[in-house]
């Protein structure tokens, strides 16, 4: 019989998902794994197969625990200045997307799986923010238009965090995304 696994493999995966999203897949070594996880490198081979096992299980992890919540919080904003502040929220009590932005960037090109699930979850935070404008512009319908808005609104929204990323403050995201959020209020879709 095998000696008991000596963690907690939930709590590594959502650790690890906390690593790539700091430092990327390629930014990360094996090494920095096992020192910010304390997690032994057989153990992590074992469980994992490899540093892309344990990234897939990662991002796995962010897109059902950090990413969907998110898009359901977006869903569920009464206007589309709230569903934008909520898709740009970064606390801990509101998980942001930094893991997906990274996969989207750095290994979605190159990796069709993970290329999938950026995918996925684009469309779904488009199909979130469509709700919103659409609720907010009576009469609207889901028309190409709105389609091609809503995929720009995503863009907007990944650019922002990508600015936040890169040192901008929260109130310059705040004031971009409130610009971007009056401009639609005040105009027909």
């Not at 969907?68 to 009464?78: C, D, F, I, K």
């Not at 028309?143 to 995503?154: E, F, M, N």
Request: proline fraction near 3%; aromatic fraction near 4%; include cysteine.
């Amino acid at each position: 019989m095998g000696r008991p696994r000596g963690f907690d493999e939930d709590q590594v995966v959502q650790a690890a998902a906390e690593v790539f999203a700091d430092r990327g897949y390629d930014g990360t070594s094996v090494d920095d794994l096992v020192a910010a996880l304390g997690v032994h490198r057989n153990s992590l081979y074992k469980t994992f197969g490899s540093k892309r096992g344990l990234y897939m299980a990662a991002l796995h992890w962010h897109v059902e625990h950090q990413v969907r919540p998110l898009v359901m919080a977006v869903s569920a904003a009464g206007d589309i200045t709230e569903a934008l502040h909520r898709a740009l929220a970064t606390d801990a009590a509101k998980p942001g997307i930094d893991l997906l932005l990274r996969a989207a960037v750095e290994r979605a090109p190159i990796d069709p799986e993970v290329a999938e699930v950026v995918t996925w979850c684009l469309q779904e935070l488009d199909e979130a923010l469509g709700r919103v404008l659409i609720a907010g512009h009576p009469g609207a319908d889901e028309t190409a238009r709105v389609a091609a808005l809503t995929t720009a609104l995503t863009a907007t929204v990944l650019g922002l965090r990508l600015r936040a990323r890169a040192g901008a403050s929260d109130t310059q995201t705040i004031e971009a995304s409130g610009a971007v959020a009056d401009r639609l209020s005040r105009h027909e879709i």
